[in-house]
């Protein structure tokens, strides 16, 4: 740091271009990450990382208006300070007053979005890197609370790992950031301000799925006790009615008009109380996503048509809707179901969204669906959002197995552990009986456990367990600090094959 102070003047006196070519010095014991050199006033800011974190580095003549914004150990005299500032709260929110491009920002306008949902606030440089060469725009913070309780973070925590990667990357294009699957008003509010601005509304428990099965003479009895002006507008607008939606004609009998009435009508009530609030609080910079994804059986394209005709009768903005889709949409894996079948039913999903308000339908546990990414992308005409997590957690799995082979063993054991408790939480059908087992496999063989379905899904559903072990926990960060570099590469690619194969244009 020393040998930093020794020509900052110097380094202050040049451009952006001449200080990254300068601005590390032989034998330090750190180095910059070149993207992030940035020149303000009288100071320059910089993410620099050593053996063991990264941290902001502002440096500065005379003590300018934006050294004092940041907290740390300053060293120096008083006409040239540097100072090394930890990766906190409090030096994120500077981060983000002095440089507000860093800070998350709502996507209405954005025609493609992707879900990239980083757990361990250190994959968002590769995203970054792919998004880069497509015209997408990443939200790159994305985690639902589920995520939060099994990885001991908060919304907080999320965004401001995020900002100091947006950072690192020198990303000035703006990207978004999603509170996932938020089911009250108090979660959402926890998700606000911590500037999430997009909002998953979930309303798998508030509407009532059951009645999806419920027999006839149920669902009569259960419409009857509606309001006698609800059920008027019911029967006028949706009864026997056969809908053309573009390309696709959608019929609604009677039977399925009441049944819609049953299951949303609480439900959509709800989501137009929490638009209401939204509005309130953020007055048009949100994006409300609807989901009915996680529920037991897919989304028949008439109820499809049934919520965006009430959403819009009530006036809730909604940017995307998520419907569940018909096949299995499993963590980690391709799709899995009739091809053909879905191609069919997408093409509706797709046609009812864009004759109703031309919102994104949005596609959950949607990594390496590699299978139905053409179909999406053509179909919606790439006006879509597509949610991604847990694949870039096998990004940084795959690279502890290549690198680490005692501590991928000790994570694989640990998965197998924890794999029934966590079947609970995550629906998946791999058989973990056809995994090897890992003592008997040699270390170059472990890698290619990344590529098995089965030991995909087992590590997949365990990165909670993983994450909160005591002897697992700080070696795994230690080597993910080591080997970043090929992280982000692994990311990269991976994300690079999901845009590619969507039919995203590139830039
Ligand atoms: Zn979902």
Not at 365 to 371: A, H, I, L, T
């Given at each position: 740091m020393e040998k930093i102070l020794e020509n900052a003047a110097t380094l202050l006196a040049s451009s952006e271009n001449n200080i990254r070519q300068n601005i590390d010095h032989p034998g330090s014991a750190f180095s910059f990450y070149s993207d992030s050199i940035n020149k303000i006033g009288d100071s320059i800011v910089a993410m620099a990382r050593d053996s063991k974190s990264r941290f902001l580095v502002v440096i500065s003549s005379c003590d300018d208006e934006t050294i004092v914004e940041f907290t740390g150990d300053r060293i120096g005299t008083d006409e040239i300070a540097a100072k090394i500032c930890p990766l906190n709260a409090a030096n994120a929110k500077a981060l983000r007053k002095v440089f507000p491009w860093t800070a998350p920002i709502s996507l209405r306008d954005r025609k493609t979005t992707v879900g990239c949902g980083d757990r361990l606030g250190c994959a968002t440089v590769g995203h970054i890197a792919a998004a880069k060469e497509f015209q997408v725009t990443p939200v790159l913070a994305q985690q639902s609370i589920r995520e939060l309780a099994l990885t001991g973070r908060t919304y907080r925590d999320v965004v401001d790992d995020t900002c100091f990667m947006v950072f690192q990357a020198g990303y000035k294009d703006g990207y978004g950031a999603d509170g996932d699957h938020l089911k009250t008003i108090d979660d959402i509010d926890v998700a606000l301000a911590a500037d999430m601005l997009m909002i998953t509304l979930d309303l798998s428990d508030i509407m009532n799925a059951a009645a999806g099965d419920w027999p006839r003479s149920e669902i009569d009895a259960a419409f009857d006790k509606l309001p006698e002006g609800t059920k008027q507008h019911i029967i006028d607008t949706y009864a026997d009615k056969t809908f053309t939606v573009k390309s696709s004609k959608v019929n609604i009998d009677a039977a399925t008009a009441k049944r819609c009435a049953v299951m949303y009508l609480g439900a959509l009530d709800y989501a137009a109380t929490v638009h209401e609030h939204l509005a309130e609080r953020r007055g048009n910079k949100f994006d409300l996503e609807v989901s009915i994804d996680e529920t037991t059986s897919p989304t028949l394209p008439s109820h499809h048509l049934f919520i965006a005709k009430e959403l819009l009768l009530r006036n809730v903005e909604f940017t995307s809707l998520a419907p569940r889709f018909i096949g299995e949409f499993q963590k980690g894996i391709d799709y899995i179901g009739d091809k053909a079948e879905f191609d069919r039913q997408f093409r509706v999903h797709a046609d009812i969204a864009q004759a109703n308000g031309d919102y994104k339908v949005s596609i959950h546990?949607?990594?390496?669906?590699?299978?139905v990414y053409p179909t999406i992308g053509e179909m919606t005409d790439m006006r879509l959002h597509l949610k991604t997590a847990g694949t870039s957690w096998l990004e940084a799995v795959r690279v502890i197995a290549q690198h680490d082979p005692v501590l991928y063993r000790s994570m694989h054991k640990c998965s197998l552990d924890n794999f029934a408790a966590m079947q609970e939480l995550y629906h998946i059908t791999a058989d973990i009986n056809k995994i090897a087992d890992v003592d008997s496999l040699k270390d170059e063989e472990l890698?290619?456990?990344?590529?098995q379905l089965e030991a995909r899904q087992l590590l997949h559903i365990t990165y909670g367990p993983i994450l909160n072990d005591k002897v697992i926990r700080p070696l795994f960060f230690a080597a993910m600090h080591k080997f970043e570099k090929e992280y982000h590469q692994g990311i990269y690619k991976h994300f690079y094959k999901h845009l590619n194969l969507l039919g995203v244009p590139k830039r």
């Open positions: 546990s949607g990594s390496d669906k590699f299978m890698p290619a456990l990344m590529e």
